[in-house]
């Protein structure tokens, strides 16, 4: 009798697949690179990265971890919030940070940069705040989807309009622990969250 199959890595159910779309060492070499990139816009002085929380966590702790000298950081969590499953554009803080950034050059740090919507809000509160130099690095980019006009400092990859986890970005509160990106196929029935802001 023959052995039974194995399930794929990162299959949940037989209803539910994730394709990769940028492996881990991609991933790894593209970090490396834009903490050079960082550095040597701000050389020998101390950065102050601000992680978006929940996403955002995998990304700060290998871009801090990559950038030589003086490193902090910090966290922030915010929602968007609107009626069931539809974003209403509304953001509101959920957590703040835990200590001044004024007088500091801040990077904040973000998984994915969609609409634009929550960074939008976020630059203006952190603008308030009245930092040194107020910069932003996403390890995603998803120009196809944004609304309001903002844009990243630093980008990772720039991807295509499709639902993508990994690498701290969750599907129902799973896949943040994938090592890679991948795309989120779905069967029929199945519903894609709302998208990141």
Do not use: C, W
């Not at 976020?122 to 998803?142: C, G, I, M, W």
């Amino acid at each position: 009798m023959p052995a039974p199959k194995k399930a794929r890595p990162g299959t949940r159910t037989p209803r539910e697949r994730v394709r990769v779309l940028i492996t881990g060492a991609r991933i790894h070499k593209r970090i490396q690179a834009l903490a050079r990139e960082i550095r040597k816009d701000f050389p020998g002085e101390p950065l102050h990265l601000i992680s978006v929380l929940k996403g955002g966590v995998f990304f700060l702790t290998d871009l801090a971890r990559s950038i030589p000298g003086e490193v902090s950081f910090d966290f922030i969590a915010v929602s968007s919030y609107g009626q069931k499953t539809h974003s209403s554009g509304q953001v509101r803080l959920t957590r703040d940070l835990d200590s001044s950034i004024e007088g500091k050059t801040v990077i904040v740090v973000e998984d994915i940069l969609d609409t634009g919507m929550t960074l939008r809000y976020l630059l203006r509160l952190f603008q308030q705040r009245k930092p040194k130099h107020l910069r932003v690095a996403v390890l995603l980019d998803k120009p196809e989807r944004r609304i309001a006009a903002v844009r990243a400092d630093y980008v990772g990859f720039s991807i295509p309009n499709e639902f993508v986890v990994g690498y701290g970005l969750d599907y129902a509160e799973r896949y943040r622990n994938l090592p890679y990106v991948g795309i989120l196929v779905l069967g029929p029935g199945l519903k894609k969250k709302p998208a990141e802001d």
